[in-house]
Nanobody
């Protein structure tokens, strides 16, 4: 599975950003993670491609939305009310386990896209 992220960049605090992850071929479960400098990679959200069911980390509920576009084989992560602490490299990953949250459950990773939030 090839995963290509896009949509990162420099944004102001309070703004909105939509990250994209194009998958080829379409996978069973796709998750979003991020890694800030000096921190471990953390789970954000995941979606089951077949039925659209989702799961979020408690820390991002209400600000992050994961959704898919089946026609484009693309999964999106929309982030609202961006904060400087959202600054990180954001990764999408594909895996076989239904709505898994553990990094080890994901077998294919994209190259990451940098998100920098200025205050």
């Amino acid at each position: 599975v090839q995963l290509v992220e896009s949509g990162g960049g420099l944004v102001q605090a309070g703004g909105l950003l939509r990250l994209s992850c194009a998958a080829s071929p379409r996978t069973y479960v796709l998750g979003w993670f991020r890694q800030a400098p000096g921190k471990e990679r953390e789970f954000l959200a995941t979606i089951n491609w077949r039925d659209g069911s989702t799961r979020y980390a408690d820390s991002v509920k209400g600000r992050f939305t994961i959704y898919r576009d089946n026609a484009k084989n693309t999964v999106y992560l929309q982030i609202i009310s961006l904060k400087p602490e959202d600054t990180a490299v954001y990764y999408c990953a594909a895996g076989p386990l239904y709505l898994a949250t553990a990094l080890t459950a994901y077998t294919n990773w994209g190259q990451g896209t940098q998100v920098t939030v200025s205050s």
